[in-house]
């Protein structure tokens, strides 16, 4: 007999009352946040019951061009979020292709490889498998690929003269960017990282806690989600690679000079 215990609003209502409590909190010290709180958790309520109508129906149906239509918008909407967090972002279409690109092939491909391989469902596609594993995959690959690219862009921007120096000293443009480069691969890896170190030792992951709760024995969930953290962490050191040396590409040329004049201003 499954543990799983139904929730009801009324205990929604209550978990909420926490965050009331930090709008509160907000307002008392004059943090300038509870407005943020409140747009956000707005947000996250109707996204969340929309999701799970939607998700309701689709998994009914067991349709592979409604599962690829879904696994595309939240291409598209992820992709949009790593536009929106840079604060210096590439001018035009690069701007949101660049980033959307790189998230794109790490998080399908690791996906794909992930749902034929080890989880295998029949058929592989059956949108209960796919489109949560490749939503978990997305979300981290797009935060890793988000804060590698701004950091780049940032510093490219801050540190012009010492790059174009090493230009005109000889140096290629990969090597005049090397430690640029690596500042924003760090940045890009670092919450990966962290989630990996901190993981059974500081915090039970969502996942893990989800499927424990539901009734799934310990062991079976700790499987799972070393096989989500496995394939996140390398989706979103991929992406992160892509998105860091196609921006390097691109704020640069043939002739090895620098060019900002790509960047937003």
Do not use: C
């Not at 499954?2 to 008392?28: C, E, R």
């Not at 080890?118 to 796919?130: E, G, N, S």
């Not at 050191?237 to 620098?258: C, K, N």
């Amino acid at each position: 007999m499954s543990d799983y215990v139904s929730l009801s609003y009324l205990d929604l209502v209550l978990a909420s009352s926490f965050l009331v409590l930090n709008g509160a909190l907000s307002v008392w010290l004059k943090l300038g946040l509870e407005r943020k709180l409140a747009v956000a958790s707005a947000r996250m309520i109707v996204q969340l019951l929309l999701v799970g109508l939607l998700l309701k129906s689709l998994f009914a149906v067991v349709s592979p061009l409604l599962t690829a239509l879904i696994a595309i918008a939240m291409i598209i909407l992820a992709g949009r979020e790593v536009w929106a967090r840079q604060d210096r972002k590439l001018s035009g279409i690069w701007g949101f292709s660049l980033g959307t690109g790189a998230m794109m092939f790490s998080g399908v491909t690791i996906t794909v490889i992930a749902l034929t391989t080890q989880i295998q469902p029949d058929p592989w596609w059956t949108p209960r498998f796919a489109l949560p594993l490749f939503g978990m995959v997305l979300g981290n690959s797009m935060t890793g690929i988000s804060l590698s690219l701004d950091t780049l862009n940032t510093t490219a921007n801050r540190e012009r003269p010492a790059i174009e120096a090493q230009l005109l000293l000889g140096r290629s443009k990969w090597e005049a960017m090397r430690p640029f480069t690596r500042r924003a691969l760090r940045t890009g890896f670092m919450p990966i990282i962290n989630a990996m170190a901190a993981t059974g030792i500081v915090s039970l992951p969502g996942m893990m806690t989800g499927q424990i709760l539901s009734g799934v024995e310990p062991t079976e969930a700790v499987k799972y989600q070393l096989l989500v953290m496995f394939l996140i962490g390398g989706s979103t050191g991929l992406g992160v690679l892509m998105a860091v040396l196609g921006s390097i590409h691109r704020l640069t040329d043939d002739r090895h000079r620098l060019r900002l004049d790509r960047l937003t201003q």
